[in-house]
C-alpha cells in the first residue's frame, strides 16, 4: 500500500507560459530589469548575463548538484557592473519575468486535498531553475501549500533529478521505504529518478502525443491518481 505522493511542481502541478528552455528569453528579462531600474547594458553586458546563465542552464548543461542563486548572480552582476547589494531586486525581477502567467491546472486542488483527508503523506520534489529561492518556486504552489507535508525543492536536498538522492532524502524525512512512495511528474528525468530510487513512478501527460519515459503508469489528469490510493 503506498503511503506518501511525491510531486514535481513544473507543469505536473502548475502551468507555466515560457517554454522549458528560457534561453531566447534571457535578454527580454534584462532589458526589463534595466528600464525598471534604470541600468544601461552595453552588448558585452548582455553577452555576460548570457553566458553565465547557460553555463547553468540545465536543458543544455545537465547536471546532479544544484547551485545556489547567490553564486549565479554573483557572477552575473559582476560582469554586468552591478552593485552586489542590488542583488535581491535584479533576481526578483529576472524570476518574476519568467513566472509571469502561471497557474495552477484546475486538477490539482481537489488531487491534494483528497489525498491529505486519506492521512497520505504529500511532498514536492522539484528542481528549480538557476538556482531560483523557495520564496519564489513555492509561491507558484501558495494556494495549495498547506496540504503539503514536505514542500522541498532542489534548493532543500542539493540535488537535482535524475540523481535520485533527493528523493532519498525526502524519503529519509518522511520516515518511509521508498517503495511506500509514488512520484508523480511530467519530464524523463522524472521517471528515471524514481525507477532508480525504488519508487513508483507515474508520468502525468497533459498531451495527445505518447510519452515512454519507463513509467510504472501514465494518468492524464491527476485526479486519476486518487485510484492508487482508493484503499487507503
Given amino acids: 500500500m503506498f503511503k506518501a505522493a511525491v510531486f514535481d511542481i513544473g507543469r505536473t502541478l502548475v502551468d507555466y507560459k515560457k517554454p522549458m528552455n528560457w534561453s531566447e528569453h534571457y535578454r527580454p528579462a534584462f532589458e526589463q530589469i534595466a528600464e525598471k531600474y534604470h541600468y544601461h547594458f552595453s552588448e558585452a553586458h548582455y553577452q555576460n548575463a548570457r553566458d553565465v546563465l547557460i553555463k547553468y542552464n540545465t536543458r543544455i548543461n545537465p547536471r546532479d548538484h544544484e547551485v545556489s542563486s547567490a553564486q549565479i548572480f554573483t557572477e552575473i552582476l559582476r560582469g554586468m ?46 528542481d528549480v531553475a538557476y538556482g531560483m529561492d523557495n520564496t519564489y518556486a513555492l509561491a507558484d504552489i501558495a494556494s ?46 522524472d521517471m528515471v529518478c524514481a525507477q532508480n530510487a525504488g519508487a513508483y513512478g507515474v508520468l502525468i501527460n497533459r498531451e495527445d502525443a505518447p510519452k515512454n519515459y519507463g513509467q510504472a503508469w501514465t494518468i492524464h489528469t491527476l485526479t486519476e491518481l486518487l485510484s492508487l490510493f482508493d484503499a487507503a
Fill in 81 to 126: 557592473d552591478i552593485d552586489l547589494k542590488d542583488m535581491e531586486r535584479v533576481k526578483e525581477s529576472f524570476y518574476t519575468y519568467f513566472r509571469q502567467d502561471c497557474s495552477l491546472f484546475p486538477d490539482v486542488e481537489l488531487t491534494l486535498k483528497m489525498l491529505s483527508e486519506k492521512g497520505i503523506k504529500l511532498a514536492t520534489l522539484s
Fill in 144 to 189: 495549495v501549500i498547506r496540504y503539503i507535508d514536505y514542500p522541498f525543492t532542489s534548493n532543500d536536498t542539493g540535488y537535482r533529478k535524475s540523481c535520485t538522492e533527493g528523493l532519498k532524502i525526502l524519503c529519509r524525512k518522511m520516515d518511509m521505504n521508498i517503495s511506500d512512495i509514488v512520484f508523480a511528474g511530467d519530464e524523463e528525468k
